[in-house]
């Protein structure tokens, strides 16, 4: 659909439009500001490593400068992460001023792009893949409100202790075995999801000084401090300790 349209600028809504179709790792939003687009792409309540943010940032650019067949050039790229001691080939491949350690991972470009032509233009062909991106878009909409009423109802019981996968469906008026379905349909499953929003809520509680390992641990259903402690191990690869002091 984006080497149908007419111009990099269409080319560039119909990539934040249907984006969620692509993947979930991150969302991409841009402005426009003083002759500028500000393209930035934010993860999505979960941390990834430098290698991700890069390539992010990275296929953009190698892909308008395919759909343009013209060497772009951006006037500024920010990365959250710190920098890696050989930039050489960053400075080739972005051929711009560089920002580490900013507060978003973006990219700026002249708003002239917008109006850039793409090659391979086809008004036909977009009107026919927009009609199954229009599809795919309310399933997909509809399976993340269902997901979303599963989750509701795993925050609302998760400092009572009681998130096994039989009380929470009793929760929602369906029987264990629907519930898994449901969730698999949606290509998870239960411990997946619980795993998925514990670790979600140890992040933002850990960022709060004032709160406990031991209350941490309640609040996200653990029975024990040493039970959680090992699970955020697991699924960050460090102690909540370390995660804190980072």
Request: aromatic fraction near 8%.
């Amino acid at each position: 659909a984006i080497m149908s349209c007419q111009t990099l600028g269409q080319a560039l809504q119909k990539h934040i439009k249907y984006q969620a179709l692509v993947g979930s790792i991150g969302k991409a939003q841009f402005s426009q500001e003083d002759g500028q687009i500000h393209l930035t792409w934010q993860a999505d309540g979960q941390q990834v490593n430098r290698h991700v943010a890069e390539k992010s940032i990275a296929s953009w650019v190698s892909f308008a400068r395919w759909i343009t067949q013209q060497q772009l050039l951006p006037t500024q790229v920010q990365f959250q992460h710190s920098a890696p001691r050989d930039l050489t080939q960053h400075d080739a491949f972005f051929n711009c001023p560089i920002i580490f350690e900013s507060q978003q991972t973006s990219i700026s470009f002249a708003a002239d792009y917008l109006q850039l032509p793409l090659l391979k233009t086809d008004h036909s062909l977009l009107d026919l893949m927009e009609t199954h991106l229009e599809q795919a878009l309310q399933k997909l909409q509809y399976q993340h409100a269902g997901l979303e009423s599963i989750r509701d109802a795993i925050v609302a019981q998760l400092d009572t202790g009681q998130v096994d996968i039989e009380h929470i469906a009793k929760q929602l008026a369906l029987s264990s075995r629907s519930l898994q379905r449901k969730l698999q349909a949606q290509g998870t499953s239960f411990k997946q999801l619980l795993d998925e929003i514990r670790y979600e809520l140890a992040q933002q509680y850990l960022k709060n000084d004032q709160l406990l390992l031991v209350d941490i641990a309640f609040l996200l259903g653990f029975a024990e401090q040493s039970s959680f402690q090992r699970a955020f191990k697991c699924w960050s690869g460090q102690t909540p300790k370390q995660f804190r002091m980072q």
